[in-house]
């Protein structure tokens, strides 16, 4: 990807609180003009402010992507933030992860009839052809689990575990990079609190 992209990345401005830096965000933005400003992440505990995101985007006249592949379980289950309603032009996500489908992905647009046609010619036929439809009928039933009650009661309590584990580490005298954690990741810093590398850990 970085053959075809030139990416530019932002930064926490404090790995203690894991607070994004959006005063570096919007410098970076207005000094490359990018194309699209991306908000998502790998390995971040803190929720995300799309608002922000959108604001410094609109400024510079770049597209936003969210990709909320970790999260999307508690973004379907209404207990995390959805970019859309911050005006995010797409979002990317899998299946499985929080959502609990078999393996996949998913891009999704609405608004700009422009993009999703882009998005689908980019797909269909250049990125892919034959749909297996045992895997679509077992992510239309994972879609239609996540539109229960009992979903939001799932993602509710994975919320409640995650913060139940933080204490556990914290009564442990564990270091937890971003401070703690808003979503199901926890981030344990092992190295500076018990003195073993990550690989040691596992």
């Known amino acids: 990807i970085n053959k075809v992209f030139n990416f530019v990345r932002y930064k926490m401005k404090d790995v203690d609180t894991g607070e994004i830096d959006y005063d570096h965000l919007r410098e970076m933005a207005l000094e490359h003009k990018p194309k699209i400003i991306l908000a998502g992440f790998s390995a971040y505990s803190r929720e995300l402010d799309y608002a922000k995101f959108k604001a410094i985007a609109d400024e510079?006249?770049?597209?936003?992507?969210a990709d909320m592949a970790h999260i999307a379980g508690l973004i379907a289950a209404g207990v995390a933030k959805n970019p859309f309603d911050?005006?995010?032009?797409?979002?990317t996500t899998t299946t499985h992860k929080t959502l609990r489908g078999p393996r996949g992905g998913m891009i999704l647009t609405r608004e700009s009839e422009e993009i999703a046609k882009k998005i689908n010619k980019a797909v269909f036929p250049g990125m892919q052809g034959g749909?297996?439809?045992h895997q679509i009928a077992a992510k239309a039933v994972a879609f239609g689990e996540a539109l229960q009650p009992s979903f939001k009661d799932?993602?509710?309590?994975?919320?409640?575990?995650?913060?139940?584990?933080?204490?556990?580490?914290?009564?442990?005298g564990v270091r937890l990079?971003?401070?703690?954690?808003?979503n199901h990741?926890?981030?344990?810093?092992?190295?500076s609190s018990l003195g073993i590398t990550g690989q040691e850990a596992e």
């Open 177 to 182: 990079m971003c401070g703690g954690t808003d």
């Open 131 to 133: 749909p297996h439809m």
């Open 86 to 91: 911050y005006g995010f032009d797409v979002i």
């Open 60 to 65: 510079v006249g770049a597209y936003t992507v």
């Open 154 to 172: 799932y993602a509710t309590q994975i919320l409640k575990n995650a913060k139940a584990m933080e204490k556990v580490f914290r009564d442990a």
């Open 185 to 191: 990741l926890l981030l344990a810093d092992v190295y």
